[in-house]
């Protein structure tokens, strides 16, 4: 199995920088390892359902940015180091949640989006990320 660990997480105050990582490690079933996998991040607000938030595709060639992180966040990976990175700047109370990193193929082989759960197989267990105002 693939393990995803997210760190980074903390607290910052409104306008303020993190930079969460996910760090990979282990082989699917079939073998493939994190090169061969897409990655997103998700998070989960207060009271809210788990919402997209970036991914990027598995040779880094592509991003893809919800609406509301778009400008502001930045996917990236270094497949060399099995780790996926999320640089979060200008960061506002709205973006306080629990971050968790996702890997997966089912863009690959199931047709499905970057921006759903249900193309990523393999999950981290989330690291909170709390904005101040």
């Known amino acids: 199995q693939v393990q995803l660990v997210e760190s980074g997480g903390g607290l910052v105050q409104a306008g303020g920088s993190l930079r969460l990582s996910c760090a990979a490690s282990?082989?699917?079933?079939?073998?493939?390892?994190?090169?061969?996998?897409?990655t997103g991040w998700f998070r989960q607000a207060p009271g809210k359902e788990r919402e997209f938030g970036a991914a990027?595709?598995?040779?880094?060639?592509?991003?893809y940015y919800a609406d509301s992180v778009k400008g502001r966040f930045t996917i990236s990976r270094d497949n060399a180091k099995n780790t996926v990175y999320l640089q979060m700047n200008s960061l506002k109370p709205e973006d306080t949640a629990v971050y968790s990193c996702?890997?997966?193929?089912?863009?690959?082989?199931?047709?499905?989006?970057?921006?759903?759960?249900?193309?990523?197989?393999?999950w981290g267990q989330g690291t909170q990320v709390t904005v101040s105002s």
């Open positions: 996702a890997a997966g193929f089912g863009v690959y082989y199931r047709g499905s989006s970057y921006l759903t759960p249900e193309s990523y197989d393999y």
């Open positions: 282990g082989r699917t079933a079939s073998g493939r390892t994190f090169s061969s996998l897409a």
């Open positions: 990027i595709s598995r040779s880094g060639s592509s991003t």
